[in-house]
C-alpha cells in the first residue's frame, strides 16, 4: 500500500464535550440515515438500470448526487462553487484533502471516482464507492495495461471520471506534485484527440478559532475519529470548490505535459496559503 502523506506538524488529539457527543448523535444518525438509505434506494434502481443500460446510468447519479447534498447540510457545512461544469467528455482532477471530498465533488457534479483497490474492502466507504460505480484499480506495474483498459472502456460510455492524481490525500492546506500514472489512458486510443480534462481545486476554510487543517485527513489518521471531530463541531467552517476551464488532451505532447498543465492550474486556485 502507497504510503500516505506525512507532515511534521501533528493533528491536534481528539477531545468530545458532552455537548459535542450529542451533536455526534443527532447529526451521525441523520447522516447514517441519508446516505445509507439513499444507497439502497440506488442499489434498488440499478437492478433495472443495469439489464437495460448496462455501463450507462442514467438515474441513479442523480441519487447519489441528492445524497451528497444533503450529507452537507447535515454536517453544517456550506458549500459554494463557481465556474463552469465540464459538458465535453473526459475526465476531472482534484486535489486531495479528506473523505468529505466524496460529498463534496458529488454534490453539484455527477462524477464516477477513480480509487485504490483498497477502498473497496473499507467498512461503510468501501460500500458506498462500490454502490455509485466507482472504478478501482491496483497500484501494481504489472497490471497498468489492465487498468488502463478499464479506464478507457468507462470513457468510451461517456463516463467522467474523477481521480486525485496526488494520489494521497493532505492537510487541505498543501497540493503535493501530480502523478501522471492515471493520465496515461487518456492518451492510448483514437478518442484522446475528443477528450479533456476539468482541473478542480477544492478549498476547506476551517470553523473560527480551530486548526486551519481542521478538515484535512492525512498521515495516520483513524477515518472514524476524525469523522467524529467533524460531527462534533460547534460550528463548521465552509468548503469552496472552484470548476477551471477543461484542457484539451490532444493540446498535449504526452501525459506528463497533461499532468503538469493540470497541477499548475488547481495550484492557481490556492491564493491564500501554501499550496506546495
Known sequence: ????????????????????????????????????????????????????????????????????????????????????????????????????????LNARKRIYFVSKSEVAGWPAIGWLARATGTVFINRNGRDARIQRDLLLKRLSVGHKLLFFPEGTSTDSRHIIPFKSTLFAAFFTSDLHQDLFIQPVTVIYRAPKGEDARFYGWWGDMEFAAHLLKVLAARRQGAVEVIYHAPLKVGDFADRKSLARACEKVVRSGFPDFDGR
Open 1 to 104: 500500500m502507497k504510503p500516505t502523506w506525512q507532515s511534521d506538524d501533528k493533528a491536534a488529539p481528539l477531545a468530545i464535550s458532552p455537548l459535542g457527543w450529542l451533536r455526534v448523535i443527532w447529526r451521525g444518525g441523520l447522516l447514517g440515515l441519508v446516505t445509507f438509505g439513499g444507497l439502497i434506494v440506488l442499489a434498488a434502481v440499478r437492478l433495472i438500470e443495469r439489464p437495460v443500460w448496462n455501463q450507462h446510468r442514467p438515474w441513479t447519479p442523480f441519487i447519489t448526487q441528492f445524497v451528497c447534498r444533503m450529507a452537507l447540510i447535515i454536517i453544517g457545512i456550506p458549500f459554494h462553487a463557481s465556474g463552469t461544469l465540464m459538458h465535453e467528455a473526459g475526465g476531472v482532477v482534484v486535489n486531495h484533502a479528506s473523505w468529505l471530498d466524496i460529498f463534496v
